[in-house]
């Protein structure tokens, strides 16, 4: 949790500087969103052969590797000094945030029994707390009382100290391999290959790639919504995200206890509140209905991702493929998501991004629906 709680906070500010940065560049909304996708470019490069040299090496090897990475690449970004620079680095960027998050959820997977299906809230939720909630509230008030140089260098330091809690560790466990088989190419191939018949896994992975692809996408565009099209400060957009991470919270840490071997209801309920929320998000017309709907957003969304890691960690094999494989989904959504979401901005205006979303959420409702009666 305390690795979560910290990785989380430099995550939540990169999530919520991002756009901001791209905006004094002058970026347009369609550069914008490519400047976010290319971060899911670089997860989909190493995604799944992170899967498998964490089940070689071990996670905390590799978690390490991760973070010494991403506080490099995250102090770096201040020299971007156009689009396109900054295009590069978060091709980078993604690939180093791949790294850790593989290693971490496999991990937590791997002791997912011993911890407890019904503690998967507190995996999330410390997620949650760091990136959703502490993360852009520092980065708003860091916005306002720093240049972007010195912002990008508090966010880098955030990623050592999970670091030392890490190495902090090392005298009380081991990093073995998680598995000592399966070491080869070929063999970690053809377990990827068995891993797209697991149907439990493929849709949890579909429901948790499109959570995650409108993530990154109200992230990016709800900072562009309330600074470039509202006239408002920076901290407002903090806020916002803030407020969706509050309710995200609540939700994650309560809610575990709630869940069940069928969960399509629950499912279903989410489904529907994240479709208000776009609603809102899409026809809002100040700040007090944007607030609103990032709370009913941030339960639709918590609940989708409680559910999905849940059904995961459930799955028997190796825990980093199966991470891996549960992540690649999150590389393609992370492209597909803010770049198809620019380029709506730039077309129809930035709330119809939101509107947009109504769609794919609707599809999977009515999929869940119908798989439910079935089971029924």
Do not use: W
């Not at 410390?126 to 972007?148: C, E, K, N, Q, V």
């Not at 010195?150 to 902090?168: N, Q």
Request: proline share 2%; charged share 10%; aromatic share 12%.
């Amino acid at each position: 949790m305390l690795i979560n709680i910290s990785s989380g906070v430099a995550g939540g500010m990169m999530n919520f500087i991002i756009p901001v940065y791209a905006l004094s560049l002058n970026a347009t909304s369609t550069e914008i969103g490519l400047i976010k996708g290319f971060s899911g470019i670089g997860d989909l490069l190493v995604v799944l052969p992170a899967g498998f040299l964490v089940d070689y090496f071990g996670s905390k090897k590799m978690y390490s590797v991760g973070c010494i990475f991403s506080a490099a690449i995250i102090m770096s970004i201040s020299f971007a000094t156009n689009p396109t620079f900054l295009l590069l680095v978060m091709l980078f960027y993604g690939i180093s945030r791949t790294i850790r998050t593989t290693s971490n959820n496999a991990d937590f997977f791997e002791n997912m029994n011993t911890i407890g299906a019904k503690k998967v809230g507190l995996f999330k939720g410390s997620m949650t707390i760091g990136s959703s909630f502490i993360g852009p509230l520092i980065g708003g008030i860091a916005a306002i009382a720093m240049g972007f140089k010195s912002y990008f260098v508090i966010t880098g330091a955030f990623l050592l100290v999970p670091l030392m809690i890490v190495f902090s560790l090392a005298n009380r466990s081991s990093n073995q391999p998680m598995k000592k088989n399966n070491h080869s190419f070929i063999d970690a191939s053809n377990h990827y290959k068995s891993l797209t018949k697991n149907r439990i896994l493929v849709s949890a992975t579909m429901n948790e790639s499109l959570n995650t692809g409108f993530f990154m996408t109200f992230s990016t565009f709800i900072t562009v919504l309330v600074i470039r099209d509202m006239g408002l400060s920076p901290g407002i957009a903090a806020a916002l995200l803030s407020l969706k991470g509050v309710s995200m919270l609540l939700v994650v840490f309560f809610e575990g206890a709630h869940l069940r071997k069928n969960n399509s209801g629950l499912y279903l309920f989410a489904y529907a509140t994240t479709i208000l929320s776009l609603l809102l998000l899409g026809i809002g017309k100040d700040i007090t209905q944007l607030g609103i709907a990032s709370v009913i957003l941030g339960i639709g969304s918590g609940l989708i991702s409680l559910i999905t890691f849940t059904e995961v960690g459930s799955i028997e094999g190796e825990k980093g493929k199966i991470a891996g494989f549960f992540s690649f989904g999150h590389g393609a959504s992370a492209i597909l998501g803010p770049t198809l979401g620019g380029m709506i901005g730039d077309a129809f205006g930035v709330q119809a991004i939101f509107l947009a979303f109504i769609v794919p959420f609707s599809v999977l409702a009515f999929y869940t629906f119908m798989y439910g009666r079935k089971q029924n």
